[in-house]
T-cell receptor, first 115, second 110 residues
Framework: DQQVKQNSPSLSVQEGRISILNCDYT??????FLWYKKYPAEGPTFLIS???IKDKNEDGRFTVFLNKSAKHLSLHIVPSQPGDSAVYFC??????????????WGLGTSLAVNP | DGGITQSPKYLFRKEGQNVTLSCEQN?????MYWYRQDPGQGLRLIYY???????QKGDIAEGYSVSREKKESFPLTVTSAQKNPTAFYLC?????????FGPGTRLTVT
């Protein structure tokens, strides 16, 4: 059963516009959320994270929003650039899991930014 | 410079042979992880280790084995019992929750 869901397998946007990638989770014990970016045949790279005590975190063109009541988070990229074309993974963690702490991953959304 | 090394980038083996994938990190991270990615799928956790000499099975551990004798190293052995070993294998390490990934090894078994 998928605890972290990225319901859109793909997204296409025009260069300069906003990209919005969505992620839903089911486990209310998750309290830390991360976004990763992955190019083909490479390892994912960490992009941005948010703790459950916040509802927004911003880093340059990237902003993550968290709605705890809806168990939903989103990644906004503004403005989108062709180099942003990649697969984006949402991941969640239960900080109270102790030695069993690990990331739970969504299946990813493939973003294509068209020039 | 600091990072995670996986070697080789591409690996070819005959069916029935065991193969060991290397993962080394110099980030001084306690935790290390092995994932597998198949086309069109996300990252699936094979094994993870939070500390030296200890490791836990992930979601798809059958047909794989690991060791964690040193903090810096977490090799993964793909055994002949793994029914579909051809995949892209990713190693990661972390100090808290942000995991840092190596470049991956593409294993092809024929």
């Amino acid at each position: 059963d998928q605890q972290v869901k990225q319901n859109s397998p793909s997204l296409s946007v025009q260069e300069g516009r906003i990209s919005i990638l969505n992620c839903d989770y089911t486990n209310s014990m998750f309290d830390y959320f991360l976004w990763y970016k992955k190019y083909p045949a490479e390892g994912p790279t960490f992009l941005i994270s948010i703790s459950s005590i916040k509802d927004k975190n911003e880093d340059g063109r990237f902003t993550v929003f968290l709605n705890k009541s809806a168990k939903h988070l989103s990644l906004h990229i503004v403005p989108s650039q062709p180099g942003d074309s990649a697969v984006y993974f949402c991941a969640a963690s239960d900080l109270n899991a102790g030695n069993n702490r690990k990331l739970i991953w969504g299946l990813g959304t493939s973003l294509a930014v068209n020039p | 410079d600091g990072g995670i090394t996986q070697s080789p980038k591409y690996l070819f083996r005959k069916e029935g042979q065991n193969v060991t994938l290397s993962c080394e990190q110099n980030l001084n991270h306690d935790a290390m992880y092995w994932y597998r990615q198949d086309p069109g799928q996300g990252l699936r956790l094979i094994y993870y280790s939070q500390i030296v000499n200890d490791f836990q099975k992930g979601d798809i551990a059958e047909g794989y084995s690991v060791s964690r004798e040193k903090k810096e190293s977490f090799p993964l052995t793909v055994t002949s019992a793994q029914k579909n070993p051809t995949a892209f294998y990713l190693c990661a390490s972390s100090s808290v929750d942000e995991q840092y990934f190596g470049p991956g090894t593409r294993l092809t078994v024929t």
